[in-house]
């Protein structure tokens, strides 16, 4: 999917997403900083970092996407800062360690991308004593939701369409993972229950055998009102650095910002609306 221009476009006209990432690299990233991109996939947060003055930005991309950072770097006058590096994160060797590590490592809820790990071992390998991780904090939240698309999909197999039998394929449906990217629907009306937190990410201080763990959680999700809920909702609230924050709405945010306005920064008082970028999941519950 990386190795594809669409979804590199995606995120970086995710103004929300793209915006707080730059805040939080200018807020950080100090001149003369030697900065690690992990995962830089367009380059735009390396070519960020070497527009906040890092003397160096190593920009390791594991798919073809690293010639878009090339190009980026290139065409902004930064390709004598930043370096590309195609190739596995965790497979790479630099010359020297870094001051501060910036990963888009967030996906729909913080995990489902896969990538907690090799940032992990990248800081564990490269980043100097008392370096700086963005984000900082990812926190992960589950909601009961009522998915209507869901629900009218299922109806529909479950009524033998065609004269055939499609059990196998409700129970795979009814259990699957949806990202909402694909799926724009969820409305603040179509939650079932209070917000509940997953867990919290500390990406400074996790250790590399907590994050290669399976994440489990038990939680309480209030129910509220009437209704049925075949769904659960997964979103992420992150601290991408102090006072820098990012989060996709559901739970509490649903209500007031529906399913459009995809992210939103906490902390501050500026509120941008994005150009789409949303990457709640919604997992489905038999
Ligand atoms: C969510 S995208 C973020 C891209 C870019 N940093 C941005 O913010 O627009 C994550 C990127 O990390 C890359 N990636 C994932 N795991 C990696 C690994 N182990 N080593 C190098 N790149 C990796 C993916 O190919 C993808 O391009």
Redesign the pocket.
């Known amino acids: 999917?990386?190795?594809e221009f669409e979804?590199?476009r995606t995120?970086?006209c995710d103004r929300v997403?793209?915006g707080a990432?730059r805040c939080a690299i200018d807020s950080v990233v100090r001149p003369g900083d030697v900065v690690l991109?992990?995962?830089?996939?367009?380059?735009?947060?390396?070519v960020f970092a070497a527009r906040a003055g890092a003397a160096r930005v190593y920009a390791?991309?594991?798919?073809s996407?690293a010639v878009l950072a090339h190009e980026l770097a290139a065409a902004n006058g930064v390709a004598e800062i930043v370096q590309v590096i195609h190739?596995?994160?965790?497979d790479?060797e630099l010359p020297e360690r870094v001051d501060v590590i910036?990963?888009?490592?967030?996906?729909g809820f913080g995990i489902d991308?896969?990538?907690l790990v090799?940032v992990i071992v990248a800081r564990d390998r490269w980043l100097k004593p008392g370096g700086v991780m963005i984000p900082r904090l990812v926190m992960a939240w589950a909601a009961l939701v009522h998915d209507r698309y869901l629900a009218q999909m299922v109806e529909f197999l479950r009524d033998n369409p065609y004269g055939l039998r499609f059990d196998d394929l409700v129970d795979k449906t009814v259990n699957e993972i949806f990202y909402s990217g694909t799926f724009h629907h969820l409305e603040a009306g179509d939650r079932r229950s209070d917000a509940s937190q997953l867990w919290t990410t500390d990406a400074g201080l996790i250790p590399l055998g907590q994050a290669q763990a399976p994440h489990e959680a038990e939680m309480v999700l209030p129910v509220r009102g009437h209704g049925t809920a075949n769904a659960l909702a997964l979103w992420f609230s992150a601290e991408l650095a102090p006072g820098i924050s990012l989060s996709v709405p559901a739970g509490r945010d649903m209500d007031e910002l529906g399913h459009r306005a995809s992210r939103r920064r906490l902390g501050g008082t500026r509120r941008a609306g994005g150009l789409g970028g949303d990457r709640r999941l919604s997992m489905r519950v038999p």
């Open positions: 999917m990386y190795a979804v590199h995120m970086i997403r793209t990432f991109d992990v995962g830089a996939g367009s380059g735009i947060l390396s390791v991309e594991r798919t996407a190739g596995e994160v965790t790479v910036v990963s888009e490592w967030l996906g991308e896969g990538m090799p």
